[in-house]
């Protein structure tokens, strides 16, 4: 049957007999003409467009960056063999075995990258050919086709750059840069001519993912939110006893709550951020969680056993675990980096596969709770009665005192929002650390409040509340 209406609830465009079947229930079903009114003027088309753009942009840069990384190779391998020969002349007859041994390490080493850079191009090259393939089939519609015909195509894309942005975080994480030097033997002994290293760094290339909007969205200002007012309370399993410490929003729209107390170490899953859906058992106690933006994969601290462990949130079962070698508490992640606190105001940088960059050393309290802005590119760190903002290089931004320790989290505007455990109330503070609020007290039912965060669409706040034994949400209240 023809696609002919447009869901908003379940954000899906479907057919008459879908509505009758599963769209029962779902108040907010428009006809496709509806909802692709306006849709050359929208939100979501600049979004493709730009999206698709800055793909191509990313790969055109990747694929240059690979090859002027074989041509570096290739004129370092010029400049060793010369080396190599004049080191040849010194020891004569004694030589040539040695020469023989090195330009054939020289050339497996070369040989051995180029493949791999040869594969991520062929890589790059698949992506980049798709990404315009779609990307002239979308001027093609905008043109000439139908606005039907553009808001179905419109919906596909949103899949295929998200599949499209993994692929490239995927090659990007896999790039290295790749050198070969050759360090000169002074010794006069004749047992080789020297040495060949490899030094490789992380690829300078890097990707950033734009997010999305619906097609019904007009880009708007951002608004400030008002106040907050107490919807309801999550419905959890009554017959176990919980010490909830933190909460997280899934790219898919599914809510992340971990207990420290429970008898074998759980994380629970909530649906459409309300209704339960599953758990997680972990090998020890799980302490924070995080989502990586841009992916489909969650991470979680476990202090005791000095580690972090992944999670697929598509199908919400673990992924690997790392040994990050120093007992961790705090976890946040943003532009291709993870950033994971613990004792001794301990911060260590990973990669998205959990390989440690850089290590920060704060000499502050354990660090219970982090946030990452990715506007400004800071750390919002918590340790018991401070909050810091530093770079992510480690410099101090500035520091304030704040009571005790608990939860933290950003709005829209990158304010941060910081939970008062024993005052029982929920402050917010500017970026800048200049200007702080009250918005939640135990008027609000705000009882020694934990972990919390804002859903993705930032009209509700999840509150791990009451001592740690309920999570309560609170519908943000705008102009």
């Not at 057919?15 to 939100?43: G, T």
């Amino acid at each position: 049957m023809l696609l002919d209406y447009y869901c908003t609830d379940h954000d899906i465009v479907c057919c008459r007999a879908c509505i009758s079947n599963e769209h029962r229930l779902c108040q907010n079903v428009l006809p496709l003409e509806l909802a692709s009114k306006d849709v050359k003027k929208s939100a979501l088309f600049n979004d493709v467009m730009e999206d698709m753009t800055h793909l191509i942009t990313t790969l055109n840069a990747l694929d240059n960056n690979r090859q002027s990384n074989l041509q570096s190779m290739e004129e370092s391998k010029s400049t060793i063999t010369k080396k190599i020969r004049a080191v040849k002349s010194k020891f004569l007859k004694q030589i040539d075995d040695l020469e023989r041994e090195l330009t054939t390490t020289l050339s497996s080493l070369q040989r051995k990258h180029e493949m791999e850079i040869n594969k991520q191009k062929q890589e790059i090259s698949q992506v980049l050919v798709n990404v315009i393939e779609n990307k002239n089939k979308m001027d093609f519609l905008r043109d000439h086709g139908s606005k039907n015909q553009l808001f179905i195509f419109l919906r596909q894309q949103v899949t295929n750059i998200h599949s499209a942005e993994a692929k490239i975080q995927q090659i990007v994480s896999d790039s290295q840069e790749v050198n070969i030097t050759f360090d000169e033997k002074k010794d006069g002994k004749l047992e080789s001519f020297g040495s060949l290293s490899e030094y490789v760094q992380p690829c300078k290339v890097q990707y950033k993912p734009k997010k999305f909007q619906q097609a019904q969205i007009k880009a708007e200002p951002m608004k400030n939110i008002l106040g907050f007012e107490k919807e309801t309370v999550l419905k959890l399993n009554t017959n176990v006893v919980k010490r909830l410490i933190c909460v997280s929003v899934t790219n898919n729209n599914k809510l992340l709550i971990t207990d420290i107390l429970s008898s074998d170490h759980k994380l629970y899953v909530y649906r459409d951020c309300k209704d339960y859906e599953t758990e997680i058992t972990f090998s020890s106690e799980p302490c924070c969680v995080a989502v990586i933006p841009g992916t489909d994969r969650a991470v979680v601290t476990l202090p005791i056993e000095g580690s972090i462990q992944f999670i697929k949130t598509t199908t919400m079962t673990k992924d690997n675990k790392v040994d990050v070698g120093f007992t961790c508490y705090g976890i946040t992640a943003g532009r291709d980096r993870i950033y994971v606190g613990g004792e001794g105001g301990t911060i260590k940088i990973l990669d998205y596969n959990g390989k440690t960059l850089k290590t920060i050393q704060l000499g502050v309290d354990s660090i219970c709770f982090m946030v990452y802005n990715d506007l400004q590119d800071h750390l919002i760190v918590r340790c018991v009665g401070k909050l810091l903002c530093i770079k992510v290089d480690g410099t101090l931004v500035y520091s304030k005192d704040v009571s005790g320790v608990a939860g933290l989290t950003l709005d829209r505007q990158k304010n941060i929002y910081i939970g008062g455990f024993y005052t029982s109330n929920i402050q917010r503070m500017s970026s800048d650390g200049e200007n702080c609020e009250d918005m939640m007290n135990k008027n609000n039912d705000i009882n020694r409040p934990y972990g919390m965060c804002f859903n993705n669409d930032f009209t509700k706040l999840f509150v791990i509340n009451n001592d740690n034994t309920s999570v309560c949400v609170y519908k943000c209240k705008y102009l």
